[in-house]
């Protein structure tokens, strides 16, 4: 995978979301996600009920001609010099790990990263995160993944687990892998066996929205997203309940 960072630090998560309304989604897996997230504008507030099944979602963000992360389809086709963002949220508290693949063989992982939060990995149900963090960025600087090299497809792949994998690196760790924590993509799958499984999913074809205030309050404070935010435009459901869950996201290019 070839993704050049233009003077930023690599960072943190979460999902993306659609502009349709919860309403018109509440009978979908969409809609099911939504319904976990709590129900005002008090964002501190926690849903009576844990969701059964564990599900991820994401969001893409395009940086405009003026700078501004505007929402794209998940299924567009970038090019070079593109610079993204993508946004994750999970309907649960547990462990995220992001990966990036480079070629066939190697993973890097990219998440977490010392610079957010020191490294942690826990994440609370429905506060998103976003990569790469503005909050890393220097002043006057943007963080964005910009997109280079020969066309190929980029891939990430995310991951949620309900207790911290103990063969990855997190925290005061992270400092033993100045070139990054790597590892074989065998090596890889024997932790997430559920890479190649399919799961349930449902898409929105969202574009052109730029991020909501509710979006930007959430990752600013680090405060939940409530069901009057956008819904995810993906979202995975681990409908096999396997531990840890992974979901692939693939950025298509020409």
């Known amino acids: 995978m070839t993704v050049r960072l233009s003077r930023i630090s690599l960072a943190a998560v979460v999902l993306a979301l659609s502009s349709g309304t919860f309403l018109a989604q509440n009978q979908s897996a969409r809609g099911l996600f939504v319904k976990s997230r709590p129900s005002s504008e008090d964002r501190k507030e926690t849903p009576a009920d844990a969701p059964e099944t564990v599900a991820l979602g994401y969001s893409l963000f395009l ?17 070079a010099g593109d610079a993204i963002r993508i946004l994750v949220e999970s309907n649960a508290s547990g462990h995220l790990y992001i990966f990036n693949q480079e070629g066939k063989d190697s993973i890097r992982m990219i998440y ?65 892998y100045k070139a990054g924590f790597a590892l074989r993509w065998e090596d890889f799958r024997k932790t997430v066996r559920s890479v190649v499984e399919s799961n349930d999913q449902q898409v929105s074809q969202d574009e052109g929205e730029a991020m909501t205030i509710g979006e930007q ?10 069901r009057q935010d956008p819904a995810p435009s993906v979202v995975k459901i681990n409908t096999r309940k396997v531990d840890p869950f992974v979901i692939q996201i693939e950025l298509l290019r020409k």
């Not at 940086?63 to 970038?78: E, I, L, Q």
């Not at 959430?218 to 997203?225: A, N, P, T, V, Y």
């Open 63 to 79: 940086r405009d001609a003026s700078n501004k992360a505007m929402r794209v389809n998940p299924a567009r086709v970038f090019t």
């Open 112 to 176: 977490p990263d010392l610079r957010i939060r020191g490294g942690a990995t826990d994440v609370t149900a429905h506060v998103p995160l976003l990569l790469p963090s503005e909050r890393t960025a220097a002043v006057g600087d943007t963080d964005w993944f910009v997109l280079s090299g020969a066309p190929q497809s980029e891939m990430l792949f995310a991951v949620f687990a309900t207790k911290p994998v103990s063969s990855w690196p997190s925290g005061k760790r992270l400092m033993g």
């Open 217 to 226: 309050t959430s990752l600013s404070r680090g405060l939940k997203l409530v």
